[in-house]
């Protein structure tokens, strides 16, 4: 594996390692605050991945970065392993402070804004990653076009793969795709998201500045990332009454939510298992056995 002084040296930083820790919590990199003479450094590593993995996440902070909204670190340089196949990712070191309401406010009238960036369509330019999966993806002009044939049926092919979609829970799947377009909106609005905002993907930074991180990003509905935001917590209700005053959120957000929590829900199953089993069936059951 390239060692961090190599690393360090493509950032034209050759000062002395002060200190490296390896930081907990991701479960795919391997991860290191690295503190040199010169500055500290967030840095990500890892043999496994396609080329494109980091890439796809540095494009992703870039395109938050223009929006002029949110905040996101820096990227100071990647790797895509095309050499020795490991892949690195160095960018700017954001000290964690303790979240406050103000950072929570500050967090949703900016994610707000960042929503307010627009897409010539749904879905994303080139393949991307949630978790560990690979996410084909294209531009096409229809929401539920790009959700049905990009993001569940994936998901779908992969459980039945893996053996997790036993014969009810399959039938019910099955026919929640076929009917997609009587629950979602077909052209709710093509907005930039995060795409996978579980409360572990922002930091609370220093001035009680929010930062965004670790992005999966695609132009879509605005609903698909407040929906996943509200699946594992990790955001105040300051968080979502500032969203909404900043841009309201239509009457019918209620009924979508469940069915974009599913396509969480559906990779959760896939990468960790049956303990997800119970709650896409509960979501399954209120659209197929409820709506019929």
Known sequence: MTTMEEILQHLGDSTT??????????????????????????????QNVPSHFFQV?????????DTGTVHVPEVYYYDTG?????????????KKEASTPLLQQRLGERLARMHRTTGGGYGFHQAT???E????????????????TYRLLPQFHLAEKNGRLPAGRRQRLSRLIERLDSFLPNDPGSSLLHGDLWGGN??????????????????????????FTELFGGYSGRFYDSYKQEAPLPDYYEEVKPLYQL??????????????????DRILSHYIDTKG
């Open 17 to 46: 390692i002060l200190k490296k820790t390896e930081v907990n919590g991701g479960d795919i990199n391997e991860a290191f605050h690295v503190q040199t003479e010169r500055q500290a450094y967030f840095v990500k590593q890892n």
């Open 57 to 65: 996440e540095a494009r992703g902070l870039e395109l938050i970065r």
């Open 82 to 94: 095309s050499g020795s196949g490991d892949s690195y990712l160095v960018m700017e070191h954001i």
């Open 129 to 131: 990653f949630v978790g």
């Open 133 to 148: 999966l690979d996410q084909i993806n294209e531009m096409v002009p229809s929401w539920v076009e790009y959700y049905r």
């Open 202 to 227: 922002w930091i609370p930074g220093p001035d009680e500045t929010p930062y965004l991180i670790d992005p999966s990003v695609l132009y879509g509905d605005r609903l698909m990332d407040l929906s």
């Open 263 to 280: 396509f969480y829900l559906l990779v959760h199953l896939n990468l960790f298992g049956e303990a997800y089993g119970s709650p896409v």
